[in-house]
């Protein structure tokens, strides 16, 4: 009799763990048929993006007609999963949207567990865990819509997108496609800051380095400027040179990686997507040139793109010193910075192509106070005046990313 009860709670037990494996995996799902879904409709209504110019792009590839790509992931996968349906218009446009809505949805899985995980927004004496992963998923869905606040409002030669940096970008299918993985960078050289002996870090920084880069290199060069100067500070109070140098090999390859792919685009025109600009464009620094030209005022295009998580410090100064978001903010600091200083010359000098770094950025700042005022939303709860504040601040940025995407649709315009 014991034997047939065994069985039968056992039998019992597999659909409410399938049960609860499915609810688990239903909020990326729908993030996935949502993200799928909206790229979809930009090439149904035929709203001029970077995804269409990157599929033409594709197109030329196959023919010829220009020269491959240095940074060749996106459009080698693009181009395999275009090839089923004959790389026809719709092939294409089904594959970008697939794939671009993969890999949204593969950001918010990330983002979720992440904040879910034990150095996230982990359960309080006060708090269950219930309380704890609702947290943890109403940040992740907030964080898939945060958005700079708008300038257009302020200024009526302002925009809604240009001369902002806005933590989440929709219209570049390469920067939408790295951004799981620069987060996942971000993370796991995060983790080896705090344990910087780690050598399977080591190995995975490697490979996030090399799949940064051959998606899209702008992250790494605020990715290279800033780590090793944060590695270097942990390794000094512990470990020698000889774990600095170990920790710095990874990153010294992928700069100079970096570099030689500047110089196939710019020297050997390896990425043009336009076969008329091959070996018209260089780099130059001209401060604030390609923002000024967008921003009527750069410093509140600043203010507008960080409301958030400078609310967070401001209203939390003892935060500053938390490693997490120190990081986070520097790595900002740089991309704005090379965005700022850096332009492109000739027929591309206003294409901006110097500011791709920032957003990627932005999203990893907000992602990092996100993390940091879910622990305080769960330890005080929102009716604290502060935590409110911070709420209303993060509600904000969530409601102009609503309003951005309403705006492409009824406007038929990006920008």
Request: proline letters at 6%; glycine letters at 8%.
């Amino acid at each position: 009799m014991n034997d047939g009860s065994e069985k039968r709670v056992s039998k019992n037990r597999v659909p409410v763990a399938s049960g609860r494996i499915l609810w688990y995996w239903l909020p990326d799902t729908l993030v996935f048929a949502a993200a799928c879904s909206l790229f979809g409709l930009f090439w149904v209504f035929r709203i001029s993006t970077d995804i269409q110019l990157h599929a033409s792009y594709v197109i030329d590839l196959s023919r010829g007609a220009v020269p491959p790509p240095a940074n060749f992931l996106y459009y080698l996968l693009v181009y395999m999963f275009g090839s089923i349906g004959g790389r026809s218009w719709g092939a294409l446009g089904l594959a970008s949207s697939l794939l671009l809505g993969a890999a949204v949805a593969a950001k918010f899985s990330v983002t979720r567990r992440i904040l879910g995980g034990e150095k996230g927004v982990a359960p309080t004496p006060g708090r269950s865990s219930a309380s704890a992963a609702g947290t943890t998923l109403l940040l992740s869905l907030a964080l898939l819509l945060v958005f700079s606040l708008p300038m257009r409002p302020l200024f009526s030669k302002g925009y809604f997108y240009l001369g902002q940096i806005p933590p989440n970008i929709w219209h570049n299918s390469t920067t939408v496609f790295l951004m799981p993985f620069a987060l996942l960078l971000f993370w796991v050289s995060y983790h080896q800051l705090l344990d910087p002996g780690n050598r399977k870090g080591m190995c995975m920084l490697l490979l996030l380095l090399a799949l940064n880069l051959f998606i899209k290199p702008s992250f790494i060069f605020p990715f290279v400027a800033v780590y090793p100067l944060f590695m270097l500070k942990r390794t000094l109070r512990g470990g020698g040179p000889r774990l600095s140098f170990a920790n710095m090999l990874p990153v010294a390859l992928a700069g100079l990686l970096t570099l030689g792919m500047y110089v196939l685009i710019y020297t050997f025109s390896f990425g043009t997507t336009n076969a008329v600009h091959a070996g018209k464009s260089g780099v130059a620094i001209a401060p604030l040139f390609v923002w000024r030209h967008f921003s009527p005022d750069i410093a509140l295009s600043f203010l507008l793109s960080t409301l958030f998580p400078m609310a967070y410090l401001l209203l939390y100064p003892e935060e500053r010193k938390n490693l997490l978001l120190h990081y986070s903010w520097a790595l900002y600091c740089i991309a704005v910075l090379i965005f700022a200083l850096f332009a492109e010359t000739g027929p591309r000098a206003l294409h901006g192509n110097f500011f791709w770094q920032a957003p990627v950025c932005a999203y990893l700042l907000f992602f990092a106070t996100c993390l940091r005022f879910g622990r305080r939303l769960l330890a005080e709860g929102p009716r604290n005046w502060k935590n409110a504040a911070l709420a209303l601040c993060l509600s904000a940025h969530v409601a102009s990313g609503a309003a951005y995407l309403a705006w492409i649709f009824v406007c038929r315009t990006i920008f």
